[in-house]
């Protein structure tokens, strides 16, 4: 972050507003609907902000004096010599100030505001662009109604009565995320409050107020965040503990709540940090303890990760599961590599495969595989490439059957290698591809050249 978000209390406080004219006006409103009392110095006062109610007006040129006694400074003058003297002596005193339109000369940055009193949303680009910062305002606006500063001041009246009836504060965050997600929400915000605080206290007076603990099996898709689907994003915020693997990004981690418990449970090549068994009993440890539990898994769970045997475990102990899909690698990365999975021209049917077997070998049917007018896609193939490619050849495919591999797909550092049966495994290896790979093969492989259209990372080999 390059700017610390916070929220001043200002309720009472003298706050200093340097300039005269519309811009000053805004600003001196911002404070005065914060509660504070406002001081304005210029030369020159329109009459509409000299009239409004806790304004000090001061006509006269800035000078030092006018920090006496000040908690907060805005400069919003068209004169950068006086900003610049705002600034430094502000500094110079530790009072916070802000120079309208001017990062450098600010100690903070006064951010766009969505007002749903008491809830408040402030946002910024520190700067970097206003524009785009109206933008996101302008969207939120439309996502969060205004009637929603009623349902945070309905939450606020019942929120010391769920403290002493809910002494966990793992319990209590539950029943406020079931209460303000559910039914009682709902008549808040169509104004019917009298019901929705019946059913507070019904809920309140209920033992069984509290959900037991629960597994969520999410697909975090291959890695590109805005892959993840509208549901996974809501219960990456809802979780209480977070199971992850090797293969979640960075960026998609970083979406889950900051309070949520992480643990790592990654598995690569012959280096498993917690095995599969260890894991399906640790859901249900969690689960029984009343938790949330979010089990993300990148790509899709029911696709090579080994989703299916975990709820089995969870159905034998009576936890309640959700499966969330995600977008699988092959979809995922092909689509990004600008290879399509089947073409009319190239390919009517598309196998999906794993590079290795629990032994380690690379056992595969390759009579089926090695068929004419197919896609191949293989998950962890990458130690085993050299052997792929010259069973394929030895069940029947050409040598020069296009072949493609694809290095952390979706991602900003995805790399692309393209070439043939006989080519591919001598161009992996110079180009030292690492794990998470996608191994694709087929006639599809050559429309890359036409149909690419993500290419952050580098490519090699033969083209399409």
Not at 73 to 85: E, G
Not at 337 to 359: E, N
Request: charged share 20%; hydrophobic share 40%; net charge neutral.
């Amino acid at each position: 972050m390059d700017y610390l978000p916070i929220f001043a209390d200002v309720r009472n406080k003298l706050c200093l507003v340097v300039g005269g004219g519309g811009v000053a006006k805004r600003k001196a409103g911002m404070l005065l609907g914060a509660g504070a009392r406002v001081r304005v110095v210029a030369p020159q006062i329109e009459a509409a902000l000299a009239e409004q109610h806790n304004v000090e007006t001061v006509t006269a040129r800035f000078s030092e004096e006018h920090l006496d006694g000040v908690t907060l400074v805005i400069a919003a003058t068209n004169d950068r010599s006086v900003n610049r003297q705002v600034s430094e002596l502000a500094r110079a005193r530790n009072i916070p100030v802000n120079v309208v339109d001017d990062p450098e000369l600010c100690s903070f940055i006064m951010p766009a505001i969505l007002d749903r009193s008491p809830l408040m949303v402030a946002f910024s680009s520190g700067g970097a662009s206003p524009v785009l910062t109206r933008m996101m305002r302008g969207k939120l606006e439309t996502m969060i109604p205004q009637n929603y500063s009623r349902l945070a001041t309905f939450a606020e009246r019942f929120r010391e009565l769920v403290k002493r009836r809910i002494s966990n504060p793992v319990k209590r965050r539950i029943f406020w995320e079931n209460a303000l997600e559910g039914v009682i929400a709902e008549k808040v915000l169509v104004g019917d409050e009298s019901s929705a605080e019946k059913m507070m206290q019904q809920m309140l007076a209920s033992e069984d107020n509290i959900q037991h603990g629960e597994v969520y099996l999410v697909g975090a898709g291959p890695g590109d965040p805005d892959l993840l689907t509208f549901r996974a994003l809501r219960l990456l915020q809802k979780a209480d503990v977070v199971v992850y693997d090797n293969l979640v990004s960075k960026p998609i981690l970083e979406m889950v709540r900051r309070d949520a418990e992480r643990i790592y449970a990654g598995k690569k090549r012959d280096d498993h940090t917690m095995p599969q068994e260890e894991i399906n009993e640790l859901l249900v440890r969690l689960a029984k303890q009343g938790k949330r539990v979010l089990r993300l898994k990148g790509g899709d769970p029911f696709i090579f990760g080994r989703g299916g045997e975990e709820i089995e475990t969870l159905a034998e102990h009576g936890i309640p599961f959700q499966v969330v899909p995600g977008i699988t690698a092959a979809s995922g990365v092909a689509a990004y590599a600008g290879i399509p999975l089947t073409h009319r021209d190239h390919a009517q049917s598309c196998i999906f495969v794993t590079g290795h077997l629990k032994d380690g070998s690379m056992d595969l049917d390759w009579d089926a595989l090695a068929r004419p007018r197919q896609t191949i896609v293989v998950y962890m193939g990458l130690p085993g490439l050299a052997t792929l490619c010259s069973e394929l050849v030895a069940h029947g495919l050409p040598g020069s059957t296009p072949a493609a591999i694809v290095q952390q797909g979706t991602t900003q550092n995805q790399r692309v290698i393209t070439g043939t049966l006989v080519t591919l495994p001598g161009i992996a290896q110079a180009e030292k591809l690492q794990a998470p790979t996608l191994i694709i093969v087929g006639g599809v492989v050559t429309l890359r050249s036409k149909l690419a259209w993500f290419d952050p990372g580098k490519s090699a080999g033969l083209p399409g």
